[in-house]
Each structure stands twice: as C-alpha cells, then as structure tokens.
C-alpha cells in the first residue's frame, strides 16, 4: 500500500514539474534542453503508471520497463549536457542589461553636461555683458561732481554690480569649468584645488603625471566632478586638515587616489545617508570603471578610482567580472 501512494506521488510530481518544463519552453531561447527534460520527466510518468500496474498485480513484460528507464536516462543526460548553452545565455543577457544600463547612464550624464554648458554660456555670454555695461555707465556717472550722498549711493551700487560679475562668474564656471574644457584635466583640477584650499584651511596635496595630456571628454568631465565631490564632501562633513590625491596615468588607465585624514564614518551605517557616493559611484560605473572607498570612525577616509581609457581597456575586462563593490550613497 505505501509503495502504491509512493508511486501516486511520484506521478502528481514528475506531472506538475513536466508542465513547468512546457511553461519554460516559451520562456527561454534554448528550448530544446527543456523538451528534452519534458520527454524524459513524460517517461519517468509512464514508468512509475507500469510500475503502479505491476505493484497491482497486473502482468507487463520486463523488457518494456527496461526501455523506458534507458530512453529516460538517455533525455535528462543529454538534456544536463546541454544546460551549459542555457546558463551562457543567461549570463549574456545579463552582460547585455549591464551595457545597456551603463549606455543610458552615459546617455543622462552627457545631457546634464550639456544642460549645464548650455546654461554656463547663457550666464557668461548674456547676463555678464550686461551687468558689466552697467557698471560702464556708473562709473561715468561717478566722473560728474555729486555730493556725498549720492557718490555713496554710486559707490554702493559699483560693488554690488562687481559682486554679482564675480558671482555670474563663479556660478558658471562651476557649471562648465572653463579652464577644463580649455587645458584639459589635470589644469582643471588644480585650479579647483587652488580655490578650494584659499577658501578654506586645509591643506591639499595634488600630485599628477597627465600634465597637459587630453582625454576623452567623457573621461574628463566625469573625473573632474569626481574629484570636486571628494573635496567637498572632505570640507564639508570631515573636519580634516590635509588631503591627500593623485591622479596618474599607468598601463593604459587612469588611476585616482585619494585621502584625508577627517573624523571618517562607518561606510555600513553611510549606505543609507551616503555624501555624494551613490552619484560617484554611477558616474564612475557610466565609465566601466572601479570604486573602491574605505573609511573608520577617526580613520580619515581613502578612496581609489580605476578608469580604462578607451581603446586601451584589456580584453579580460571586457566582461562584466563577479567582483561587487561597495554601495554607496549620498550623505
């Protein structure tokens, strides 16, 4: 009786996994590898049905339960032989997503780049002329004899219109860096690095070997808001005092390291609060590059960016490899 209820499962079980196997067969391109895993889960059905029949008493030849199980052994081999082609498709799919995804992030990070060009030229071409045409005219106003009251009045109006030149300046080279698009990468940098360490009292250390050495402009632009972002997030929320970054060139890609010696953080806990990282982290990613960042509570921070420069990336990093790297987002 428990070999009969045995078999009566077995059945309901090879059944239902034979109507999943259908299910896949519309699912998947390699199709053939679930056909021949039907078939052989429809045989292993009808050799445990004989196999109920013999258990009931009923007579079937020896030989015909023989067949069966060889035809079965014969599907399902052939069909986990064939299973690899299956898990290769699979794994291109995926490497498929992962280069569509990245093309999109590229596609988003070139029209903000160029939103913000097109705005930084707005900005320096259009409302730039016009406040210094109207500092022109009140500083030929204040040739003409006025009382004191009124040259105070044209004093204070000269400054806040130099004040707002200054402004429309800044603003749009934080937009576009002028000095980037210019001289190229390692001159952009030092130039924010200069700004910021006059602004602020820190000392930075800048170290490189691209000297006036152009690259990609994507390469470019993404490195450059990089580095700017570690800076900031270093002055804003680190308490440091120096900072350390270097930016060389080696064996076909570009190399960033960079530390300070701030209050750090937990990177588990800054996961969910991140400072800027989830944003560095896809720019880099857009680049088929790497980001690896560690830090500790009282330990500064160090970072270290690996870029391929295009045409010079390796064929073993073509592929997307296994290697995972650490969340980060925002603080």
């Not at 009923?58 to 067949?67: I, M, S």
């Not at 097109?118 to 409302?127: P, R, W, Y």
């Not at 009124?150 to 860096?177: G, K």
Request: some cysteine.
């Amino acid at each position: 009786m428990l070999i009969k209820i045995l078999l009566i499962i077995a059945i309901i079980i090879q059944t239902v996994a034979t109507v999943y196997a259908l299910r896949l067969v519309r699912a998947t391109k390699y199709n053939s590898v679930w056909i021949l895993f039907i078939i052989g889960f429809s045989i292993l059905s009808v050799e445990r049905m004989v196999q109920l029949l013999v258990v009931s008493g009923h007579p079937v030849p020896r030989y015909f339960l023989a067949e069966l199980g060889i035809v079965v052994s014969i599907c399902l081999s052939i069909g986990v032989m064939y299973a690899h082609k299956l898990f290769k498709y699979i794994d291109r799919l995926n490497y498929q997503r992962q280069l569509w995804n990245r093309r999109i992030l590229t596609a988003v990070l070139r029209t903000e780049e160029k939103a913000r060009s097109s705005f930084s030229k707005e900005l320096h071409d259009g409302l730039g002329p016009l406040l210094s045409s109207a500092k022109m005219s009140l500083s030929a106003l204040a040739r003409d004899e006025q009382d004191a009251t009124r040259r105070e009045v044209l004093n204070n109006t000269t400054y806040v219109i130099e004040e707002a030149i200054r402004a429309v300046r800044e603003i749009s080279n934080n937009l576009s860096p002028h000095v980037l698009n210019d001289f190229g990468l390692a001159r952009g940098v030092r130039n924010f690095i200069d700004k910021s360490a006059s602004m602020h009292r820190v000392d930075i250390a800048f170290t490189t070997n691209l000297g006036g050495e152009r690259f990609d402009t994507d390469v470019e632009v993404i490195l450059y808001r990089v580095i700017c972002e570690l800076v900031n997030n270093s002055l804003k929320h680190a308490a440091c005092s120096t900072i350390h970054l270097a930016l060389t060139r080696t064996e076909g890609r570009i190399q960033l390291e960079y530390d300070d010696d701030g209050r750090g953080f937990r990177p588990d806990v800054m996961m969910d609060y991140g400072m800027g990282l989830s944003n560095i982290s896809s720019r880099i990613n857009s680049l088929g590059g790497t980001f690896d960042l560690r830090s500790a509570p009282d330990a500064g921070m160090q970072a270290s960016i690996s870029i391929y420069l295009p045409g010079e990336q390796p064929p073993k990093a073509v592929r997307p490899t296994s290697r995972k790297h650490k969340k980060q987002t925002k603080r």
